[in-house]
């Protein structure tokens, strides 16, 4: 652990004075992160100095600052504690590893997301949806429990080609459990916390070991078969037998490796997108005149045939739908990093090892790039008025080296499940269900969404 110098040496920039000597604003923070850090940006201003608990943290909300950290200056920083913590669960997969290891397997990750790839992957991804759609049924549905299915049925399908459906209930059950250890990854001495025999510890162990039996399953079936599907797994097995990239010594990936990249593609790839839609189906369940354009779209330019690849482009109000959703909701509320010098922004100089903090949510609700920030309006993504904004005041798959590797395939999975689930349904919020937006690692529904399902 860090000391903390008795008196700062060096001019901080504004932010609130810490409540408590040891934990800073820690206990404000963690009520309600991704808000508590909005209001101290409309306080404070585009740089804002916390004390967390034994951290410095800075909040960075200017799209040129945050350009800088994430792109411009990205070799002075690395990922930050949270996703530090993380390797309990995804070990050194491609969201949690870093350097020159990280970069290794990022190029050896990166052809399964190809624009051809992508072609192929948008067929499973409607005829997930289709299926989805028929069986359906109207009445009361939790919106975003179908929707963790049908995206986990597209991330299986799509880059394990296998049918993980069945094991769905298993994998949501096991991810609940250590998203609810969240507050223990985020408290001051939790690397010390997370070696303790406590219950809490042993309900996330049992999760883990409910994940690993599921991927585990996956690379067994897959070396019995012997046979190259040509998804990414068979990549990552293949790189194993073949090439030795991907252990350093000539021997390749050791299962523990696919394992790490296996499972962090399987949960980075539903969790995300699941939410994005369920906050969609819930904004154009609140607007009725905005989801009234979006049928109209779907039926002109689909004209009741199933949407293919192709189609995306020619949805741009239905994108827009899906672009709202991440402005608002933008599952991943903050992108943190790490500063390994000290690092001047402006006049100040943020210490090495301080925290940055970019949010997403913070800046897509800032009124100098969305005006009316809070209304939703899939108008804004119209090319011309997008185009005006600085490019990182939209940044829902972060930026530079450790940019989402998915974002192409979440637009095409967002906008093609909508298109094809609205071609028959429309979703109507039940009176009286809270939705509440939790800030665990993505942020989810609370208690999810509950919305009537009824025929269009
Ligand atoms: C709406 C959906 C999604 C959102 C909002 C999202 C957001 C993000 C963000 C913000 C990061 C960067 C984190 C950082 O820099 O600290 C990231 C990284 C990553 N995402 Fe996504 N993501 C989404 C969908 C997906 C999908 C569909 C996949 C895979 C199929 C995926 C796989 C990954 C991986 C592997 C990384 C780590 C990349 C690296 O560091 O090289 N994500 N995502």
Not at 210 to 220: F, K, N
Not at 421 to 430: G, I, M, N, T
Request: neutral net charge.
């Amino acid at each position: 652990m860090k000391v903390l110098p008795a008196a700062p040496s060096i001019p901080r920039p504004p932010g609130p004075k810490s409540q408590f000597p040891l934990l800073g604003v820690f206990p404000r923070f963690r009520k309600d992160p991704p808000n508590f850090l909005l209001q101290m940006a409309r306080q404070h201003g585009d740089l804002v100095h916390l004390r967390l608990a034994n951290q410095h943290a800075y909040i960075v909300s200017h799209p040129d600052a945050i350009r800088d950290v994430l792109v411009t200056h990205q070799s002075n920083f690395r990922k930050s504690r949270i996703l530090e913590r993380a390797r309990v669960l995804l070990g050194e997969g491609l969201l949690t590893s870093e350097g020159e290891f990280h970069t290794r397997q990022r190029r050896l990750v990166q052809p399964a997301f190809h624009r051809d790839r992508l072609i192929r992957y948008a067929d499973d991804m409607v005829n997930c949806a289709v299926r989805a759609r028929e069986q359906l049924q109207p009445g009361e549905q939790d919106v975003w429990h179908a929707m963790t299915h049908l995206t986990l049925a597209i991330v299986g399908r799509t880059l394990f080609s296998a049918d993980i459906s069945s094991d769905a209930n298993q994998i949501g059950g096991a991810l609940t459990e250590i998203f609810s250890l969240f507050d223990t990854l985020l408290m001051p001495f939790s690397e010390w916390l997370m070696k303790l025999p406590l219950p809490a510890m042993r309900k996330f162990e049992r999760a883990r070991d409910q994940l690993d039996r599921v991927v585990y399953g996956l690379i067994a079936d897959r070396r019995a078969s012997r046979e190259d599907k040509g998804d990414l797994l068979s990549m990552l097995l293949l790189a194993q037998d073949t090439d030795g990239e991907g252990g350093g010594d000539g021997s390749g990936m050791s299962d523990k490796q696919v394992r790490d990249e296996a499972l962090t593609l399987l949960l980075a790839g539903h969790e995300t997108t699941a939410n994005a839609l369920s906050w969609c189906w819930y904004l154009l369940g609140q607007n009725p005149d905005a989801e009234a354009r979006f049928h109209a779209e779907i039926d002109t330019v689909l004209a009741g045939k199933t949407p293919a690849f192709d189609d995306v482009p020619r949805l741009p109000f239905t994108t827009g739908v899906f672009a709202e959703s991440l402005r608002l909701y933008p599952p991943a509320w903050a992108v943190g990093r790490k500063a390994l010098a000290d690092y001047k922004i402006g006049d100040y100089v943020l210490p090495a090892g301080s925290i940055v903090l970019t949010s997403p949510f913070v800046v897509h609700r800032d009124p100098r790039w969305f005006p009316e920030p809070e209304k939703f309006d899939p108008e804004r993504w119209h090319e011309v008025e997008a185009e005006q904004r600085p490019k990182f005041s939209y940044f829902p798959f972060g930026g530079g080296t450790r940019v989402c590797i998915g974002e192409r395939f979440a637009w095409a999975e967002g906008v093609l499940v909508l298109a094809t689930l609205a071609q028959k349904w429309r979703f109507r919020s039940v009176p009286d269900h809270p939705v509440v937006a939790q800030a665990v690692i993505t942020l989810r529904p609370k208690y999810g969404i509950k919305m009537n399902a009824q025929l269009r």
